[in-house]
């Protein structure tokens, strides 16, 4: 992601205006109606932002590997997020940049985590909550994916730990964080 450590994750159309004032390349769609997706992926490529696509947050389309080819064929996003392994798969065999993102809540979801990473061979693990270093550091020595954390983090200092711990790059819905962090 060319040393971009926030990637705006986009919940609103206002919000998305937004990012398209700053300097950021890339950025995260979360939360939107199917019938919105090739309007704003034509309006994101007009400013030059390269954004991911949240498979499992859209709304009026199920996830799984049809819905992503659908997605690969006629929105062309940069790339896509799922907890799907299906998804991944998919977006992979697509040539699209694919973001696995696991839920590490205890030591059981972790392993789970590992085995799923080795089956779908996803180009970045997203991490959440985005707020366990220890897990971070660990996810990553693991699997040997980069790995985006996301979830909870609500300041700079969580920010600043995430990436320490490892991270390269963190995901926020929070546009304050985005001004903090802009490039």
């Not at 199917?34 to 498979?55: P, Q, R």
């Not at 990553?140 to 995430?162: D, S, Y």
Request: aromatic residues 8%.
């Amino acid at each position: 992601m060319n040393g971009q450590r926030i990637l705006p994750a986009v919940r609103s159309m206002k919000d998305f205006d937004k990012l398209i004032k700053m300097n950021y390349e890339y950025g995260v769609f979360l939360d939107i109606h199917i019938g919105m997706l090739k309007s704003v992926y034509t309006y994101a490529n007009e400013h030059g932002k390269k954004m991911f696509l949240h498979v499992d947050l859209i709304q009026g389309l199920k996830s799984d590997e049809y819905a992503t080819e659908f997605l690969c064929q006629l929105v062309k996003p940069y790339g896509l997020i799922s907890t799907k392994s299906s998804v991944i798969t998919k977006a992979r065999q697509k040539g699209v940049v694919a973001i696995q993102r696991t839920f590490i809540i205890d030591s059981n979801a972790f392993e789970r985590s590992v085995q799923l990473v080795e089956k779908t061979n996803p180009d970045y693990i997203e991490v959440l909550p985005g707020v366990v270093p220890k897990v971070i550091a660990q996810l990553h020595e693991r699997t040997g994916k980069e790995i985006i954390a996301g979830g909870l983090i609500e300041n700079e200092t969580e920010v600043e730990a995430a990436l320490a711990a490892g991270a390269v790059a963190v995901t926020t819905s929070n546009v304050e964080l985005w001004r903090y962090f802009a490039p």
